[in-house]
């Protein structure tokens, strides 16, 4: 018994200690944006006194709510077109995510095949019954493979940086605009990295529970 006490204790300052190390980073960008622009180099833990002229700097520099709007629009239509081919991931193999269709794949392993018999007794196509039958039972594994996607096409970089070469589109390319060969200017970058990390950040605080219960599903298949 006391054993097990041990195992358990020393499981949780495991977790615990790899929970801090993960959000260091995390907490050492926003205290970083939040700093003074003459004290950005500090690295005293706790920045003070607190300060939002990176921010204002960053907005006096790119159009922030422009940035945030078009990387929003691209990380929905990115999202959605891969959740919609990840349902049919044979037929456009390019286009479509791997993670979706393996994700989808553990759920459909375990679909109940006396569900899809019976409805080409009722005599419904494939694409009738992928619509009508096996999508509504799939929803929640939708929903949180849908929040993934996003955040995977919200913090894209490489396929914009080729596509669009502008600053000025998302948030990604925006941050190369405090970076230069004479220096980079480091409070207004963390400033407006903070702001692209904090939708995503909040977006799996708020609904991390689906995620995490998609995954054990599927492992669970």
Known sequence: MMIDRFRRAGSHLLLAGTALVCVF????????????PQDVGSLT???????IENYLDAARKVDVAGLILNTGVVATLSAAGQLLIALLGCVLPTLCSALAILLLRQHMDGFPKELVAAAKMDGRGSWSILWTVVVPTLRPALAALAILLFINAWNEYFWPAV??????????LGLRSFMSTEGDQWGPLMALAA?????????YLVLQRHIADAF??????
């Open 25 to 36: 980073p995390i907490y050492w960008l926003f205290a970083t944006s939040l700093r003074t």
């Open 45 to 51: 833990p706790v920045p003070w006194p607190l300060s």
């Open 163 to 172: 596509v669009l070469r502008r600053s000025d589109a998302v948030l990604q």
């Open 195 to 203: 702001l692209a990390c904090l939708p995503v950040l909040l977006l």
């Open 216 to 221: 054990v599903r599927s492992g669970l298949r």
